[in-house]
């Protein structure tokens, strides 16, 4: 099993629609979290973390369950340019390393 | 924002050479720095880590021999892959955090370093 799931999609919607995103984690002793954005051929770029408490930030919101394990990614208002693979990221802390999820493909259309 | 810089971009050489590729963070001190390798449609996975003055940490699976690191100074570190093959092709990702912003701070990527093997 694979320590950060994702399902691949990819996920068709038009623009001005809300999607939303799920990972869940397998290593418990995971302490931080973050969704990137990847676009095609290119590095991650950190879109935000992900707290407990959830956290929004303009159209994306991000919350975490850790009980669950679990994370989500919502975005509203889906813009052309939001077309893109979100990588759900989890760090180990101590070891500071990243731990990435295979990525979830959106595709937003006209 | 802080800056990671990588070159080559994109590199193509023959099966058995070498090639070395660097990743620089440009305005921030970064005493570790990480590659990672992505093949087409999977994950980015973490290959070693490699800490300035010291030898690199090394994933499972990643054999050190072939996989060269050298992190000579706080601002640059360098991945050799030596006698390249066809399989080693990948995408190959360096990436480092601002060592003043502690474990919390942002970890910024490096543009990347398409490796094929011919």
């Known amino acids: 099993r694979k320590e950060v799931e994702q399902d691949p999609g990819p996920f068709n919607v038009p623009e001005g629609a809300t999607v939303a995103f799920n990972c869940t984690y397998s290593?418990?002793?995971?302490?931080?979290f973050f969704w990137y954005r990847q676009d095609c051929r290119k590095e991650p770029k950190l879109l935000m973390s992900?707290?407990?408490s959830g956290n929004e930030d303009g159209r994306f919101t991000a919350q975490l369950n850790r009980a669950s394990q679990y994370i989500s990614l919502l975005i509203r208002d889906s813009k052309l340019s939001d077309s893109a693979t979100y990588l759900c990221?989890?760090?180990?802390?101590?070891?500071?390393?990243?731990?990435f999820g295979t990525g979830t493909r959106l595709l937003v259309s006209p | 924002g802080a800056v990671v810089s990588q070159h080559p971009s994109w590199v193509i050489c023959k099966s058995g050479t070498s090639v070395k590729i660097e990743c620089r963070s440009l305005?921030?001190?970064?005493?570790?720095m990480f590659w990672y390798r992505q093949f087409p449609k999977q994950s980015l996975m973490l290959m070693a880590t490699?800490?300035?003055?010291?030898?690199?940490?090394?994933e499972q699976g990643v054999e050190k021999d072939k996989f060269l690191i050298n992190h000579a100074s706080l601002t640059l570190s360098t991945l050799t892959v030596t006698s390249a093959h066809p399989e080693d092709s990948s995408f190959y990702i360096c990436?480092?955090?601002?060592?003043?912003?502690?474990?919390?701070?942002?970890?910024?990527f490096g543009e990347g370093s398409r490796l094929t093997v011919l």
């Open positions: 990436s480092a955090r601002d060592w003043e912003t502690g474990l919390t701070g942002e970890l910024f």
């Open positions: 290593n418990s002793a995971s302490q931080s």
């Open positions: 992900v707290y407990s």
């Open positions: 990221v989890a760090m180990n802390t101590g070891f500071q390393k990243l731990v």
């Open positions: 305005d921030f001190q970064a005493t570790t």
């Open positions: 490699s800490n300035e003055g010291s030898k690199a940490t090394y």
